[in-house]
């Protein structure tokens, strides 16, 4: 059964920081690219960052560049988002997803997971 389980989520102020994790199980977790997704309300997901197997991480989407870090843990079968620096409009449900290929588009992938709610107070 595959599951892809994110948390860390929080209510932080503006310039403050969380890092999210996403726990993966029921598939090869090195095989498998892992995406971070978020979705604001009222607006499309959008892909935040993907880190494909080998710790190659394939792009960050322009509002975060300089400011989340993604990375892979193979051991713990976890990737984290680390992410600073918090903007209010970075609120939003973030949440991961697993697939052979990767990329931006979360309809593409393989396997989603529930999100964890991102809110940051200006």
């Known amino acids: 059964d595959v599951q892809l389980q994110a948390s860390g989520g929080g209510l932080v102020q503006a310039g403050g920081s969380l890092r999210l994790s996403c726990a993966a199980s029921?598939?090869?977790?090195?095989?498998?690219?892992i995406g971070w997704f978020r979705q604001a309300p009222g607006k499309e997901p959008e892909g935040v960052s993907c880190?494909?197997?080998?710790?190659?991480?394939?792009y960050y989407t322009e509002p975060v560049k300089g400011r989340f870090t993604i990375s892979s843990d193979i051991a713990k079968n976890t990737v984290y988002l680390q992410m600073n620096n918090l903007k209010p409009e970075d609120t939003a449900v973030y949440y991961c997803a697993a697939d052979r290929r990767g990329g931006p588009i979360v309809q593409y992938y393989d396997y989603r997971g529930q999100g964890t709610l991102v809110t940051v107070s200006s």
């Open positions: 880190i494909m197997p080998g710790n190659i991480i394939t």
């Open positions: 029921g598939f090869t977790f090195e095989d498998y690219a």
